[in-house]
Structures are given as structure tokens and as C-alpha cells.
């Protein structure tokens, strides 16, 4: 691990305006990820600006019946609060399929957000990645990509999003809200929160330099059956290779959000309306335009299999 220098932000302001000055600073918070990609040398901030104590780790109701969820507050707590469990179960579901219990303890809401990629070609310093290295190539286009992405790719990169909240986060429409250097605050709906990979993979997410996330805002919850279905190769700390987050009404419409297939919560509001028709009609529209390779052409599958077992659960 390369040497670094150290403070805590005394405000929000604070934070974003030390990361504005200093190009190569990261924030700071569970640090579940930003560590080991700093061991790894992947990531090498030269400043570090710890933001645990800025009091963004409550959860609190919205004037129209939402939910404001701090930036710090940890997933294992997200996870265990009444509200989330009672009227955004999917959230609470996805929380807990995720990592392990001592990673949930210290995860943040906004470090899950913003989490890397767990392409085994990023975390290996001696393969080309232009995720790592812009310019220098992607090793899993040609290489082994069994867990790789089928939709949204680029000849650029295949990675996908591991994130298992975000996929939540996407079919509950959530909102993220940040603060800029220059004090100027914004929403960002999740929808419009990530970035396919095109040509620049290494930008990953519309935040700018020294934009600071403060907080995620869910809708007034919308009822229904709350799902989290994850398909992976062993049964717990592991990745998923096919993931479905949805929310099913009554009547068999809903919101779907797909993890695994892309470079970020992949869902397409269009498809939605094939849910009542059922889970290869749906699937077919949610996977249109798919670019599978060989090693993950089952990915394509087990989707309509992992949706079709989702409404068939929803459907009692």
C-alpha cells in the first residue's frame, strides 16, 4: 500500500471541497472496498478524507412518505430497520443476501453504491483492463467470462455491477442526493445514476470530481410482493450470476431489476408490461439486443428461469 495522508471532514461541505482540490483523494467510510483495492495498488489515493462523522447515519421519513437513508448508514443496520423491513422488504432482502455479516457491519450505504467491479481481470494488476487502465485493453473479452456481462457491453468491457442494494435501490426508484464543491446540491435518480461502459469503463457513475453522496431517498412504498432472488455458485459470499429484485402486485404487474447481465442494475421499464404475459416474454424484452459469449451464453436462461420462479413465488 502506497503512503497516504489523512483527515476527517469536519462538514459535508468540508468533504466535498478537500476531494475538489486534491485530484487523487477518496473518500473514506467502511472502507470494505476502497482498502483492498489500495493493498492491491488498483486504487492509489494519495489523501484520504474520512466521513463517518458527519452524522449521515440516520434513517428518517420523507414529508410525502418516503424514506431519506444517510450515506453512512451501515448495511447491516439498513437491513434490521422496521420500516425497510415492513414496506421495502426487497431492500432488506437484497441487504442480506450480500456479502457476510461482518462486511454488512461496516458496508455504508453510499460506499455499496459506489463498490468496483469484482471482474477477476481488474483485481489482477498483470492483465490489460481498461477499467484500471484506460487504453490498455479488456483481458475478459476473448478470456474467461463465465460471470461477465451480456447486455449493455462494449468492446471495451464486460464487466458487471456486484452490487445486490443497487439492484433493490434501482426497482424502488430511489434517488441519490449529493453536495459539489461549490455547496450546490442535486438528485440523481438512480436510473440515471450509472454509466454503460462505451469507450471511457473507467467512468463509472455522473457523480464529478469532489461530488459527495449525503444520502439516498426512496418513494412512498408501493405494497406488493417484495422478492430478491440470487442465483450464485455457492450459497453465501459469493457474487451473483443472475440476480432479479422485484416487486409484484396483484395483478402480476410490477418492477424488475436485473443483476449479473450489466455493467450496472440493469432494468427496462418497457419489458415491465410483458411481466403479466410471464417470465420469457418479459425476460425477452428485458434482454433484447443481448451479447452473450460463449461461457456466459447460459446467463440468458437462467434469467427467464430466475424471473419465472419470482413471479411464481409472487403468485403464492
Known sequence: ?????????????????AASNNANAKFIAGGTNLLDLMKLEIETPTHLIDVNGLGLDTIEATSDGGLRIGAMVRNTDLAAHATVRRDYGLLSRALVAGASGQLR????????????????????????????????GCSAIGGFSRQHAIVGVSEACI??????????????????KTVKADNKRRSIPIADFYRLPGDTPHIETVLEPGEFITAVVLPAPVGGKHIYRKVRDRASYAFALISVGAVVQPDGTGKVAIGGVAHKPWRVEAAEADLPKGARAASNAILAGAKPTEQNRFKVALVERTLGAVLSEARG
Open 1 to 17: 500500500m502506497r503512503a497516504f495522508t489523512y483527515e476527517r471532514a469536519s462538514s459535508v461541505e468540508a468533504a466535498a471541497s
Open 159 to 176: 464487466a458487471t455491477h456486484p452490487s445486490d442494494m443497487a439492484i433493490a435501490m434501482r426497482a424502488l426508484d430511489a434517488e441519490v
Open 105 to 136: 457491519n461496516k458496508a455504508t450505504t453510499a460506499g455499496n453504491l459506489l463498490q468496483r467491479t469484482r471482474c477477476p481481470y481488474f483485481y489482477d494488476t498483470n492483465q490489460p483492463c481498461n477499467k484500471r487502465q484506460p487504453g490498455s
